[in-house]
């Protein structure tokens, strides 16, 4: 059995010399689904700050494998953050967010390509953003800056993309399409989902663990006929 692409080994985050997360276990593998669940202040945030390489914790481990070559390179990742945590006075185009997610490829030096433009652009039609390249994101409604932040993610092919609580101020329409571009995207990568609203979830998500303080239980979704 291949290795997962993050595992978590008896993990421990304290701030302040107070616990917040413990002995939380835990492995995302290739194309999984992972919802985690669970009251505000349980560590949901912290979890993936901690994953997102943001938080150092206190006690245990979290390794990465790469699925793609074994030459020592970082496993990609793609990363849309909570709503309240976007300036949305930025003046700043749909069309360079989604670029920007390049960023990381890059040298400090290095200047998008014509092939990168290109790739933007293919990015923005795919999140239904055609005709948006040149409108700040302070224009936007919020179903469409979500779905330009998920263009910024995913554009540089990520390995496992992660979202906390990204249907926030989302009116139904807009949560369904954000939900159907996960579904699609799940395809070719694996997605760690922070969400409060388990019923939707449940839909999509292969496996969810419920955190409080540590990951009280996980639950595995038996998959459906289609």
Do not use: W
């Not at 202040?41 to 938080?55: A, D, F």
């Not at 800056?145 to 906390?164: N, Y």
């Not at 990204?166 to 997605?191: K, Q, V």
């Amino acid at each position: 059995m291949s290795l997962p692409l993050i595992e978590i080994k008896n993990l421990r985050v304290a701030y302040e010399g107070r616990t917040v997360l413990r002995n939380v276990n835990l492995a995302v593998h290739d194309r999984d689904f992972l919802a985690l669940v669970g009251p505000n202040g349980g560590g949901k945030t912290t979890l993936v700050r901690c994953i997102l390489g943001l938080l150092k914790p206190a006690e245990g481990t979290i390794d990465f494998h790469p699925r793609r070559g074994a030459d020592g390179r970082k496993l990609r990742m793609g990363y849309l953050p909570q709503y309240s945590r976007i300036d949305r006075k930025f003046p700043v185009t749909v069309g360079e967010v989604v670029l920007s997610g390049l960023g990381g490829c890059k040298s400090l030096t290095a200047a998008y390509t014509a092939a990168d433009r290109d790739r933007a652009r293919d990015v923005m039609a795919r999140m239904g953003l055609e005709g948006l390249d040149k409108r700040a994101i302070g224009t936007l409604s919020g179903g469409q800056l979500q779905r330009t932040l998920l263009g910024r993610a995913v554009i540089s092919d990520p390995e496992v993309l992660v979202l906390d609580e990204p249907n926030t101020y989302m009116d139904p329409d807009s949560e369904s399409r954000l939900y159907a571009l996960l579904e699609e995207l799940n395809r070719t990568c694996a997605i760690v989902l922070v969400s409060h609203d388990v019923g939707t979830v449940r839909k999509l998500a292969k496996s969810i663990a419920y955190v409080h303080g540590t990951l009280e239980c996980q639950e595995v979704q038996e998959p459906t006929d289609s």
